[in-house]
């Protein structure tokens, strides 16, 4: 079993081109999650989908960020005309399920870090 | 808003001693509770977790307490060992908000020799 599989790991662009992330979530798990982590801060909600359908986009952007998860392939989390506030790691979590007994235990990749020149 | 908040942004401890990280809430309709490691350049990797209708749950040196009229818990670890050292996220859920898991900013846990 892979794991949450993300790619790149690394990915550097000017400001003003596009960054394109993907995750492919671990084999069983239908339900993906994106989380943004800022140098010195947390990790912030993004984005919560499952296939085919955005079920919580609270935490995304209101521009420039989107997200899909579809029905074949990964997980991809765009974001448009980058600026150097973007530079960040994305990190990927998947799960089995939600809103049934027991913790909704995500998941973790190992991060696509972007950076902004 | 920060509804998971934790406040000590690192921590020092000896080996062999116990290690405590606290963790406070706001959001009273949190019903899980999870804790979180990361190493540098790695994802998180699930710890342990404990349910709104329990006080204590343990896991080999890892126990997590949770006083649910303080709207605080804490994570103990004993004893310390060198690969604890490591930034520890605590993190919460609500089942009325589509299991969404809010994290706090974490701490960063030293672990000295």
């Known amino acids: 079993n892979a794991g949450v599989m993300q790619n790149p790991r690394h990915l550097v662009r000017r400001r003003g081109q596009e960054a394109r992330l993907r995750c492919s979530p671990m084999?069983?798990?239908?339900?993906v999650y994106w989380y943004r982590q800022l140098p010195e801060e947390g990790l912030k909600f993004m984005v919560y989908?499952?296939?085919?359908?955005?079920?919580?986009e609270s935490g995304m952007p209101k521009e420039r960020f989107s997200a899909e998860f579809p029905k074949e392939g990964p997980s991809i989390l765009r974001i448009q005309q980058v600026v150097r506030g973007d530079s960040a790691a994305y990190f990927c979590?998947?799960?089995?399920?939600?809103?049934?007994?027991?913790?909704?235990?995500?998941?973790f990749g190992a991060g696509s870090r972007l950076t902004v020149l | 808003d920060q509804q998971v908040k934790q406040n000590s942004p690192s921590l020092s401890v000896q080996e062999g001693r116990i290690s405590i990280l606290n963790c406070d809430y706001t959001n009273s309709m949190f019903d899980y509770f999870l804790w979180y490691k990361k190493y540098p350049a790695e994802g998180p990797t699930f710890l342990i977790s404990?349910?709104?209708?329990?006080d204590k749950n343990e896991d080999g040196r890892f126990t997590v307490f949770l006083n649910k009229s303080a709207k605080h818990l804490s994570l103990h670890i004993v004893p310390s060992q060198p690969g604890d050292s490591a930034v520890y996220f605590c993190?919460?859920?609500?089942?009325?908000?589509?299991?969404?898991?809010?994290f706090g900013k974490g701490t960063r846990l030293h672990i000295l020799p």
């Open positions: 084999k069983g798990h239908s339900h």
């Open positions: 404990i349910s709104s209708i329990k």
């Open positions: 989908l499952q296939k085919e359908n955005i079920i919580d």
């Open positions: 979590a998947s799960s089995r399920r939600t809103g049934s007994s027991g913790a909704n235990v995500l998941t």
């Open positions: 993190a919460a859920s609500a089942a009325n908000r589509d299991d969404k898991i809010i």
